[in-house]
């Protein structure tokens, strides 16, 4: 937008000076033309009227006349004449010019060209004796310094709008600037926004309507903020109030089950257990979006290989009961470090890996990948489960959403949410794509730091 103003506001000083600027050049120019070949043709008048006079001091006066005039301009004058004159000053050819002087007694002006004008003014006189023409006077006049007269005219008053243009620039992108300031603020505030710090807001500064409009922007902002902070307190509050009741159910099945011989019963136990399994899950999964959405934590290096070969220890034993193979592979250079809050890569990887443990069939492999790109590290977690459709893919992050194909029950629809909210907020990024030979790959983006492990 700034160089929008400023190209609008130079244009509207170009169209000023050019509307003012160059009539006023092409007025003087024609001025400088008109003074010149009035004052040429006036000395050519002067010396037709001593050759004219046909006497001997007329004669020797146009003789003197012409010289001095030759020697102070550099111009050259010739004069043609009858007998009656031997003016000792060089004579003009014929040409239509003189012809025109000789025959029908009417002065003459070639400029040499139809463009301003040539190398020569060419300016031919007669000389009469009351009605009758008795010779001409021509003056040769050198328009070299008209051209620079013509080059100084132009030439100041371009370099005047050059200078008027560069002042223009300058002031423009300073009023820009200033007049742009409250709209930076507020896309500044709409930047934090989506970032998702929801306590920005926009400095009331600048026009009235821009006021006006952040005055709204902030109104909204502080209800969107009231309305979002209350929504986190009560899922934190529900999740952490209902964990108890939740483990004291759990613990009151397994009594049961203990206790009872009854097949029937004793299966029914076990799936009332299982649910409360699957329901404390979830109660988990609500309470760590709600302290990711609070971002409690900065982000600080870490070093991402110690971290998936900590999580990976965790998970092979479980891995192993189901006869599914955990492996680890990269073309990462050292040790990478990645900015991320500590424990988010944590509960990322647990999220990943229990949902690749669920879907991978029996004496299946989930592969494990880290590999440095640029300024980025990318962390890859392959199964050889059912993998998802694209339409899956879309909605795999929404919360509480659970894909088909799973070989368990005890998902709570909350795992890849959790993961995408951790990772945008360590300012990575994350992706579903399909696995080479079948599956799904999940594609963590992190941000490298400039510490790295040796």
Known sequence: MN????????????????????????TLTKQLRDDTELSVK????????????SDKSSCGALTRMAEAYAFETKDKVQVTTTDRCAADVPRPAGDAALTKALEKGEPTTDWGSDFIWGRDLVITVPAKQGDQVVGAVRIVYSTSHLTHRLWTIWGFRAGLAVAVLGVAALIGAVAARRITAPLRELNGMASKFSDGDLTARSPVTGPPETQTLARTLNQGAERLDTLVAS?????????????????????????IADGVDDEFVREDVEQATAEVVRMSR???GLLVLARAEAKVTAAEPLSLPDIVQERLSVWRPAADERGVTITLRGSADGRPSVLASPGHLDQVLDNVLSNALEVSPDSGTITVRVETAGDEVVLSVLDEGPGMSDAEKSRAFDRFWRGQGLTGRSGSGLGLAVVKQLVTDDGGTVALRDAPGGGLCVVITLRASSKSGG
Do not use: K
């Open 282 to 284: 979830l109660v988990n």
């Open 42 to 53: 006036r000395e050519a008048t002067t010396m037709a009227l001593l050759l004219a006079s």
């Open 3 to 26: 160089r929008q103003l400023i190209r609008s506001y130079i244009l509207l000083v170009a169209v000023a000076i050019l509307l003012f600027t160059v009539p006023v050049a092409f």
């Open 231 to 255: 929504q986190r307190i009560f899922v934190a509050d529900a999740s952490h109030q209902l964990r108890t009741p939740l483990t004291a159910l759990r613990l009151s099945l397994d009594n």
